[in-house]
């Protein structure tokens, strides 16, 4: 199962008010671990960048000005994600933006059905708790101690390791499978050998005492036509 975590830096907070993205960072799951397959890409947005975004994300004018614009580069992020689940924190926000440049060179963009919202997850197993991103590395005890400004390949790498950690952690999955590999592995050796570890124990006597006997014969000559009788009476 192959997911990818992305998420965006922009100028703003809104499209529709001339925002444009900066930067789009993606990080590939296979089976919810890192495949080690990574995407970055920055954007020239063809306008100025506020000080108070570069405040959050430190990219400037001079960094950006020869990026390649949007055009240029978006499908080298539609052929990274091919048709994996989306991993987003605050999902609204970055799919506002990419569908907004997507839908303006005339893509269909891309749907909510293959979202997966980190953020919701977190609030609803954190109800009433802090559920941003640096919230939830210090739960998880994810070092974030590089994370000096907002980046896109860099909150995508620790919000892949968030979204393990809500979806039920690492180390418990792994070590529980691990456990039954080994246990799975260790009966198949046993059965093959023929030899197991189990405490051998002595056969115990099955054969019925001449009491039991008595009383056995005497509780058929009690039956009527009984089944024991017509096997001896014919010699089976």
């Known amino acids: 199962m192959l997911e990818v975590v992305l998420d965006t830096e922009t100028t703003g907070m809104d499209p529709t008010s001339g925002d444009r993205l900066l930067e789009i960072g993606c990080v590939e799951l296979k089976n919810h671990m890192p495949t080690g397959r990574t995407l970055q890409i920055y954007i020239n947005p063809e306008r100025d960048i506020p000080a108070e975004a570069t405040a959050v994300h430190g990219i400037t004018e001079e960094f950006i000005a020869d990026k390649p614009v949007f055009s240029e580069v978006y499908m080298d992020f539609i052929d990274f994600i091919g048709s994996s689940k989306l991993i987003i924190h605050n999902a609204e926000f970055d799919m506002k933006f990419l569908n907004w440049e997507l839908k303006n060179l005339g893509h269909p963009g891309l749907k909510w ?26 739960r998880f005890e994810i070092d974030n101690s590089s994370r000096t400004y907002h980046g896109a390949l860099l909150d995508s790498e620790l919000l892949a390791e968030v979204y393990l950690e809500l979806i039920g952690g ?11 590999a080994s246990n799975k592995n260790n009966d198949k050796h046993a059965r093959l050998s023929g030899k197991n570890n189990r405490p051998v124990r002595e056969a115990r006597p099955h054969s019925a005492s001449e ?9 058929l000559g009690k039956l009527k036509d009984a ?3 017509r096997g001896a009476d014919s010699g089976d």
Not at 211 to 219: D, R, S, V, W, Y
Request: net charge positive; hydrophobic share 40%.
């Open 113 to 138: 059905s293959r979202v997966i919202d980190t953020l919701a997850m977190a609030r609803k197993k954190f109800p009433g708790s802090p559920a941003n991103l640096d919230a939830l590395c210090r």
């Open 170 to 180: 690492r180390q418990h999955g792994m070590g529980l499978a691990d456990k039954n």
């Open 211 to 219: 009491e039991e006997l008595k009383n056995h014969t005497e509780m």
């Open 227 to 229: 089944l024991w009788l």
